[in-house]
């Protein structure tokens, strides 16, 4: 018996959805809007050299000093800049019940967050200027490759640096679970070192399971909310489509677009920092002097907001091809379906959700073309077996 759409969800769950689009819609354009402009009021006029300057002369204005404490001024800006939407979404969030953070956590994560990015943008600024003042000529080769290296090593360490930065893992207890879990991986033959959880019912009541890292370092992680709110078929079928990602090496994949980004990115800034109307523009002298960065960022970041759209296009593919793989691998259509409907409700997600801003934003498709894909699935099963839903192979 199939589910009709319209019952997927109650009237009151849509109306639950819609006010909270229209509570967290102005936040999230407001936040992206803020955080472009600002990089580009910098990067494309004075100020931004002006603060890299200020900041340098801190340490006695030498083009290291300059690289480095510009770098951290510069984060500093944007990191205020940011604050008071993070501010404003975690209220939101608690309000809705979906954030369970304390405020000494939210600090926490927003001060180990901030030293992050600061910490690699000084590292990748000091080395930037490095070697465009040493390498004047060749240095986009140089940034070109050592970038693509750098990618390629911060994916793999991930989930053994970063990730235990902000969350505690746990191997799946022995039990029927895990036995139920390691039967799947099991039957789709991708070897798979651990299934972890995280503590993420810390920080949210939201339910979410992903992959990352490749290699030594790849491991399926599932929040400990997802374990806690869904059943054992509804955990297997969300497993099935983390191992599809493994099965289709999508994080490596994902890694290699990431890397080829980056030298776009190094191929278009060598190119801008050439053009004399951005040097007078910004009040810089090119490519090696350390009062460039802001002009970096911004330049970097427009070509992100342009390319933005494309890696979510492709993003959103690979996440259809991983739902196609648990519907293969498990057989299950109903465990997808009710899986989705939960998590519509528990993440209280966009159940009616406006195609332009999928095309541009989402990474995932909206839980409607999830759930109308199993549909889909089902329908296209029960046709070619005349009936007969027997679990495939
Ligand atoms: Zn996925």
């Not at 204005?61 to 500093?76: D, E, F, K, N, S």
């Not at 986009?140 to 750098?150: C, K």
Request: with cysteine.
């Amino acid at each position: 018996m199939q589910t009709q759409p319209e019952a997927d969800f109650t009237p009151e769950q849509y109306a639950r959805s819609r006010a909270r689009k229209r509570a967290t819609a102005p936040l999230r354009y407001g936040s992206m809007a803020t955080g472009l402009l600002v990089v580009c009021a910098l990067g494309f006029s004075p100020l931004g050299s002006g603060l890299s300057r200020a900041a340098g002369n801190l340490a006695g204005g030498g083009w290291i000093a300059t690289a480095v404490l510009g770098a951290l001024a510069l984060r500093i800006v944007l990191w205020l800049a940011a604050l008071p939407f993070s501010l404003w979404s975690e209220r939101i969030n608690h309000a809705w019940g979906l954030s369970t953070r304390t405020r000494q956590l939210y600090w926490l994560d927003s001060l180990r967050g901030f030293l992050l990015l600061a910490l690699l943008l000084s590292g990748a600024s000091l080395g930037f200027f490095a070697i465009t003042r040493h390498a004047p000529h060749t240095w986009p080769v140089i940034v070109g490759a050592t970038g693509v290296a750098l990618v390629f090593v911060f994916s793999f360490l991930l989930p053994v640096v970063v990730e235990p930065m902000f969350n505690r893992f746990r191997p799946l207890e022995a039990g029927e679970l895990r036995e139920r879990l390691l039967g799947v991986a099991r039957d789709s033959g991708v070897r798979v070192r651990d299934v972890l959880v995280s503590d993420a019912s810390k920080r949210t009541t939201a339910d979410n399971a992903y992959v990352s890292g490749f290699g030594r370092t790849r491991r399926i992680v599932l929040w400990d909310t997802t374990i806690e709110h869904c059943t054992t078929e509804e955990i297997a079928s969300v497993t099935a489509h983390e191992l599809g990602h493994a099965a289709r090496r999508d994080v490596l994949v994902g890694t290699a677009l990431s890397a080829g980004a980056v030298a776009v990115s190094v191929a278009v800034l060598a190119w801008a920092l050439g053009l004399g109307a951005l040097h007078g523009a910004a009040n810089v002298t090119g490519a090696a002097d350390p009062r460039a960065l802001a002009l970096c960022a911004a330049v970097s970041t427009v070509l992100g907001s342009v390319l933005g759209p494309l890696f979510n296009g492709y993003s959103r593919r690979i996440e259809r091809r991983a739902d196609q793989y648990a519907l293969d691998l498990t057989g299950d259509p109903a465990a997808m379906i009710s899986t989705w409907r939960r998590l519509g409700v528990q993440n209280i997600a966009d159940l009616e959700p406006n195609p332009v801003s999928v095309r541009l934003f989402a990474t995932h498709p909206p839980v409607p073309a999830r759930l109308a894909h199993a549909r889909e699935w089902e329908r296209s099963r029960t046709a070619n077996t005349g009936g007969n839903s027997d679990r495939p192979r």
